[in-house]
């Protein structure tokens, strides 16, 4: 990613118009870039409307320390998945979500 300000205000900017729509979401997963914070201001900021409250939200990051999440979960943030392992962690993640009921599958017609 570029660290021109322009496309951080862009790609910050976009998620925020999703975030506040009505478009129904089952969960959030957010990217943070070591110098980019703008994941945990997104999640802060589905926490603190009504209508996303509930949805879980879990960040992909390069490495995950103890004061990574913390602040994570400080932003309201379920779960940290390391992108070093190719995202290897992520299915199991959202099969925990599904079974503690978190997230809840579709039903079919």
């Known amino acids: ?15 925020i118009r999703f975030i506040k729509s009505d478009i129904r979401y089952d969960i959030f997963l957010f ?11 997104l999640a802060e900021l589905a926490k603190s ?11 992909a990051a390069s490495e995950i320390d103890s004061s990574l999440e913390e602040l994570a979960r400080n ?3 379920v779960e940290c998945v390391s992108k070093n392992g190719g995202m290897s962690a992520l299915p ?17 017609d």
């Open 1 to 15: 990613m570029s660290g021109n300000p322009f496309d951080r205000h862009f790609r910050v900017s976009s998620a």
């Open 31 to 41: 990217d943070l870039e070591m110098r980019d914070a703008a994941a945990f201001e």
């Open 49 to 59: 409307l009504a209508h996303r409250r509930q949805i879980p939200i879990v960040v």
């Open 75 to 77: 932003a309201g943030v």
């Open 92 to 108: 199991n993640v959202i099969i925990a979500l599904l079974q503690t009921g978190r997230i809840e599958p579709d039903e079919e």
